[in-house]
Structures are given as C-alpha cells and as structure tokens.
C-alpha cells in the first residue's frame, strides 16, 4: 500500500483546485498497479514564508515535495524497477 505525503508550497495564484487530492491518487494508483482504496494521499500546502532556497530569486516557481512511503521494500529486480528511472 504507497502512502504519498504532498507538500505543495502556495503560489501566487488561485488556491488549489478543488479534488486535487482525489485526482492524485486515482492517478497514483494507475502507477503503482494498486487495487481500489489501497492508494492514499495525504496533501498539505506549505506556507511561502516557510520556504526558503539559497541564492534563488523570488520568481523562481514554487515546488512540490512528494515522500512515497510503502508497505515493504522491494528486493532484487523488483528494487531496480522500482528505483530505475530515480537514479
């Protein structure tokens, strides 16, 4: 079962829209292959001012910080998969 943890720092546009976070796991589950209800999502928005980069101008475009968390470690060919285009 993947768990997404998503910290989007708010931009200077609208707010976010609205089933984001719905849309997000259907296509997370798409990814990860999960069966129905076995793909969560938990989506936070983060602060502006409580983001920094080093030496960044203020127009630089405001990040998303994804954690995949998952049940068991894959192993072997499985790990390679997992991790392949990460590397």
């Not at 984001?20 to 502006?48: H, I, M, N, Y």
């Not at 001012?49 to 998952?70: C, R």
């Amino acid at each position: 079962m993947p768990i997404l943890e998503i910290d989007v720092v708010r931009g200077p546009g609208p707010a976010r829209a609205a089933g984001l976070a719905q849309r997000l796991a259907d296509a997370a589950g798409v990814v990860f292959a999960s069966p129905p209800a076995s793909t969560w999502v938990k989506l936070r928005t983060l602060d502006p001012e409580d983001y920094a980069e080093n030496g960044a101008a203020a127009s630089t475009p405001a990040p998303a910080f994804v954690k995949v968390l998952k049940r068991a470690i894959p192993e072997g060919p499985a790990m390679a998969e997992a991790v392949g285009d990460a590397i």
